[in-house]
C-alpha cells in the first residue's frame, strides 16, 4: 500500500492490455490483488469485524479472495454478493471462500465495510435498491474501503453514474485510474493507495511527483540561478503577488516591470518599456496576471511575444492569443488555463479532461497546465501528469498568480518545460498543504519557501 506519487495512471482498456501484456492468468493477478487487500485490511481493521460487498465480476472476485485470507488469518469477516459470480475467475476465488455468502440487500452491517461491488467493469448506473444500500452500509461502518474505485464511478473520466459514499480509503489495483484523480469522481475515492500486483505497464499518463530540484552551488550567482522578469498590466497586486511567488520557488532574480514602489525590496523594479526584455539573461518572462484586456495589455503581450524567451502566459493574457500564435513561439511556452480561459482558448468539448489537455498541448505546441481540483499537465510530446487532489482552501483570489510566478521561476531555471511546470505545480500544492485553512494568497507565497525546502 503506497502513496499513487509518480504512478501510472491507466484506462480501465489500458489496465485490459497491461493485464494481457504480464502473461500473468487472471486467477494469479486476483490472488495477488486479494492479497494485497487482505494485508491492508488487516492493519486498516485492527481487529474489527469486516464486512465485504462482493459483486458480480472480477472485482467481486477480488473480494472473496480478501476474505478468504482475513478468515484464514483469523479476523472476523462476512461476506454478502449481490449475485452469483459470472466471470470464470470470481466463480473460482468465491468458491474458494468457505463461509457463508449473505444478502447486500439484508447484510447487517459492520464496522469495516469493504466495497468490492464494481470496479473497471462498471458499465451503466447501479440500480437504486443497490445504491441505497451501500450508502447504508457505509454510513453505519467505523471506516469504510473502496476496491479499486468506489462502486458508481465511471473509471476513465471523473464522471459519476451513480453518487457512491465518500470512502475513507480506496485502494488502487496495478495502477492509478483516471477517476481516482478526476472530478467530481475523485472526492468520493478518500486516500488512493497502490496496491501493486505487478504489471509492468507504463504509457504517458502519471501521477504528479515530487520534483528533483538541483540546490545551488558554490558557482551559483542569481542569473543561474534563474532571471524570471515579470509584465504588469492593470491590475498590479496580480503581478506582486507572482513575484513574490517567483523569488520564494528559489528564481535568482525578479524583474517586475514596473516603476510603482513596493515590497520586498529582493524584487527589482523597473518600468514597462519596449525593449525591456531585450536581455538575454532572462531566464523566463511571465505574462498575465493582472494584465488585464485592454489595448495596453495588448500591446505588451504582442511586444513580448516578439522576443525568443520562454514564457508563462496566464490569466489576461490567455484571452489576447490564439492557439496559432502560441504555436509559433520559439521556445515551448507554458499555458495556466483555469477552466473558463480553457474553454475560451481552446473550446468545450465533453472527452475526458486528460484527452483534452493532451490535445490542447499538441495544438498551441505548448505546455498546458489545466488548473482546477484535479490539475492536468500535459506536453506536445503526450507526457501527461494529474495531480492528486490539493486543498479545497486553493479556492481564494491570487491563488493562480502565486501557482504562475512558482511555475515561471522553475521555467527559468529547468530545461525541460514540462518538468517546469510538474515542479511548479508540485511547489504551489505543497505550500498549500502547510498554510492549513483559510490562508490568503500571500501566505501561499511566502509557503513557498518552505515547500521549496522539502525537496
Ligand atoms: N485489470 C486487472 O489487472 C485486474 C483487475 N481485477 C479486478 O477486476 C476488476 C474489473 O473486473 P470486471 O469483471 O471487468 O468488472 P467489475 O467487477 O467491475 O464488474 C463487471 C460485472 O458487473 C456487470 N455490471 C456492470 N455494470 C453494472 C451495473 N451498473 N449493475 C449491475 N451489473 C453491472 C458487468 O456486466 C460484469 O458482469 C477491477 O476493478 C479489479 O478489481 C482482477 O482482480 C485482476 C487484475
Ligand atoms: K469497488
Known amino acids: 500500500m503506497t502513496p499513487l506519487d509518480g504512478t501510472p495512471v491507466l484506462t480501465a482498456a489500458q489496465m485490459r492490455d497491461a493485464e494481457e501484456a504480464t502473461g500473468v492468468s487472471v486467477e494469479d493477478l486476483m ?36 476474505a478468504n485470507l482475513l478468515a484464514a488469518a483469523g479476523l472476523s469477516v462476512r461476506v454478502a454478493a449481490l449475485a452469483e459470480p459470472r466471470s470464470a475467475a470470481a466463480i473460482k476465488a468465491r468458491d474458494g471462500w468457505g463461509g457463508a455468502v449473505e444478502d447486500v440487500a439484508d447484510a447487517a452491517p459492520a464496522a469495516i465495510l469493504v466495497d468490492a461491488l464494481f470496479g473497471t467493469g462498471l458499465s451503466r448506473p447501479l440500480d437504486d435498491a443497490i445504491a441505497n444500500r451501500l450508502h447504508e452500509l457505509q454510513a453505519t461502518a467505523q471506516f469504510s474501503i473502496a476496491v479499486d474505485l468506489p462502486s458508481g464511478l465511471a473509471t476513465d473520466d471523473g464522471a459519476v453514474l451513480t453518487r457512491p459514499p465518500a470512502f ?39 501521477v504528479l511527483a ?31 503577488l507572482a513575484s513574490i511567488a517567483a523569488l520564494r520557488s528559489g528564481a535568482g532574480y525578479v524583474l517586475l516591470l514596473t516603476d510603482a514602489p513596493g515590497s520586498p525590496h529582493a524584487i527589482v523594479r523597473r518600468a514597462w518599456r519596449d525593449d525591456a526584455l531585450d536581455d538575454a539573461r532572462i531566464g523566463a518572462v511571465l505574462i498575465g496576471p493582472g494584465l488585464g484586456r485592454d489595448a495596453q495589455a495588448q500591446h505588451r503581450l504582442d511586444t513580448a511575444l516578439a522576443t525568443p524567451h520562454r514564457f508563462v502566459i496566464d490569466g489576461d493574457a490567455l484571452h489576447l492569443v490564439t492557439p496559432d500564435r502560441l504555436a509559433t513561439l520559439k521556445e515551448l511556452a507554458i499555458l495556466t488555463p483555469h477552466s473558463g480561459e480553457f474553454d475560451a482558448l481552446f473550446g468545450t468539448s465533453d472527452i475526458s479532461k486528460i484527452d483534452r489537455t493532451r490535445r490542447a498541448a499538441a495544438r498551441a505546441n505548448a505546455i498546458v497546465v489545466h488548473k482546477g481540483a484535479d490539475t492536468v499537465i500535459a506536453a506536445p510530446d503526450g507526457r501527461v501528469a494529474i495531480a492528486a487532489h490539493a486543498s479545497d482552501w486553493l479556492s481564494t483570489a491570487g491563488t493562480g498568480d502565486v501557482l504562475a510566478g512558482a511555475i515561471a521561476a522553475m521555467r527559468a531555471g529547468l530545461p525541460d518545460a514540462f518538468e517546469a511546470a510538474c515542479a511548479g505545480v508540485w511547489l504551489h500544492a505543497d505550500a498549500a498543504r502547510r498554510c492549513d485553512k483559510a490562508f490568503i494568497a500571500d501566505d501561499l ?9 522539502a525537496l
Open 168 to 206: 475513507d480509503v480506496t485502494l488502487a489495483l496495478g495502477a492509478a485510474k483516471p477517476s481516482h484523480l478526476l472530478q467530481p469522481a475523485a472526492r468520493y475515492c478518500g486516500a488512493v493507495r497502490l496496491l501493486d500486483i505487478g504489471l509492468g505497464a507504463a504509457g504517458q499518463e502519471r
Open 210 to 240: 515530487a520534483p528533483a530540484l538541483r540546490d545551488p552551488g558554490p558557482d551559483s550567482h542569481k542569473y543561474t540561478r534563474g532571471l524570471v522578469a515579470i509584465v504588469p498590466g492593470a491590475m498590479p497586486g496580480a503581478a506582486e
Open 445 to 453: 507565497a511566502v509557503a513557498l519557501t518552505a515547500a521549496r525546502g
Open 31 to 66: 490472488h495477488r490483488a486479494g492479497t494485497g487487500i487482505a494485508t491492508a485490511l488487516r492493519r486498516l481493521a485492527a481487529g474489527r469485524e469486516v464486512l465485504i460487498l462482493c459483486g458480480p465480476g472480477n472485482n467481486g472476485g477480488d473480494g472473496y479472495v480478501a
